[in-house]
């Protein structure tokens, strides 16, 4: 049985230097697809980490929200009208606020997310919460995020090696005295693109911390749990119908999609990611074109002559296309391994969940062999002038 090797494959490597060069660029622009998916999806689900580990079934907010950290505070009063609605099981207050806490090395104050809520009634879903809850019951004790950033010191590390009773100073903003409170235990929950590190605490402590800037009675979010079987279409409507219009209630999906809207469109790095996503995209086709082109025109005597002989044109156009799906193919596989190198370091330099997933694979492969397959065909209108005429 004869093999044949096909005419496309044989075109690319008769010059064996341009074409590495030209799988080189191609990964390199299959590599920038994957570094700006990694920081969108990064930017999304850091972003929407705590309304991940929501417990609750409905979520009554602001009707000024913006998003999770731009403290658009309402009366706690809202939440609790809601008890009287049919469905609704209980209600859990939560309380959001930046503050700065002190480096205990270096004396450095930096900004730190605030998270507080009622002990008795915990609102997140978190295995290393459940296991601190006693603790956070205690006065003036927090819990520390072990995924903060490093800028706040050893404080994780630190409670790792037995050390139970460090004493962190927290600052409200603006303020020139701080608030001393001892690490308790650690979570894990991590950082985002506005959030450098996280604390919990319980309500009593977190009014203490800031006792001129937030009275109890202003609550960010409210957590709703609706009783076993109810209709949470029906409460939604009922709850939207009756409360004033300073509140709005959303269900968990609509919570994160909204936080995730907000990152997409209304901030500088959700355009600045979805602007070189694109752009990536466009700069790839102009180089395969490029490619693709550049090896007609050096191939365009042999193509004459196939033509001189009885190929149709249908044949010249699928080596052409052959071509830049050979090209996708092999440039993908080093873009796709050095993605995963980097996504890697990123992460451990960021702090940020930049994990390779399948979803994002198969985005980069599908758009590859596309940004490839389009550029195939602006490259053919070379080839359809190609005249037998022309090898004379």
């Not at 911390?209 to 009275?215: D, F, L, Q, V």
Request: charged share 15%.
């Amino acid at each position: 049985m004869n093999f044949k090797i096909p005419l496309a494959w044989l075109q690319l490597v008769q010059q064996k230097i341009r074409f590495l060069i030209a799988v080189a660029g191609i990964a390199f622009i299959v590599l920038l697809m994957f570094v700006q998916l990694g920081f969108q999806d990064a930017l999304y689900s850091s972003a929407t980490a705590v309304h991940q580990n929501l417990k609750g079934d409905l979520f009554l907010v602001s009707s000024q929200y913006k998003s999770l950290t731009s403290n658009q505070s309402f009366s706690r009063t809202r939440l609790y009208q809601t008890l009287g609605f049919n469905g609704v099981e209980s209600v859990s207050p939560m309380y959001l606020q930046f503050a700065k806490l002190k480096n205990p090395e270096t004396g450095e104050k930096y900004s730190i997310y605030v998270i507080g809520f009622d002990p008795g009634q915990p609102v997140m879903n978190i295995p290393e919460l459940d296991q601190n809850l006693d603790r956070l019951k205690i006065p003036d004790v927090m819990l520390f995020d072990r995924d903060s950033r490093p800028e706040f010191g050893p404080i994780a590390a630190n409670f790792d090696k037995g050390d139970t009773e460090q004493t962190i100073e927290i600052f409200p903003f603006d303020a020139p005295i701080g608030y001393k409170v001892r690490v308790g235990g650690l979570f894990s929950l991590g950082p985002s693109f506005g959030v450098d590190g996280n604390l919990i605490v319980s309500d009593s402590t977190f009014l203490r911390i800031n006792p001129n800037t937030r009275p109890a009675e202003k609550i960010d979010v409210g957590i709703i749990t609706l009783k076993p079987g109810a209709n949470q279409e029906n409460v939604v409507a009922n709850l939207e119908a009756s409360l004033p219009n300073d509140v709005r209630i959303f269900t968990r999906q609509g919570f994160i999609d909204f936080e995730k809207e907000y990152w997409s469109a209304r901030t500088p790095i959700g355009f600045i990611l979805n602007i070189m996503l694109t752009m990536a995209s466009v700069v790839g086709v102009v180089i395969v074109y490029q490619i693709l082109y550049s090896n007609i025109a050096t191939q365009f005597i042999a193509y004459a002559t196939l033509k001189a002989i009885g190929y149709p044109n249908s044949y010249l156009l699928n080596v052409v296309f052959q071509q830049a799906l050979i090209l996708a193919l092999l440039a993908y596989i080093p873009g796709f391994i050095v993605s995963i190198g980097l996504y890697d370091f990123a992460m451990s330099a960021t702090k940020l969940p930049i994990v390779m997933t399948a979803n994002n694979a198969l985005i980069v492969f599908v758009s590859a062999v596309l940004m490839c397959i389009t550029s195939g065909a602006l490259a053919i209108n070379k080839l359809r002038s190609a005249d037998p005429a022309d090898i004379f």
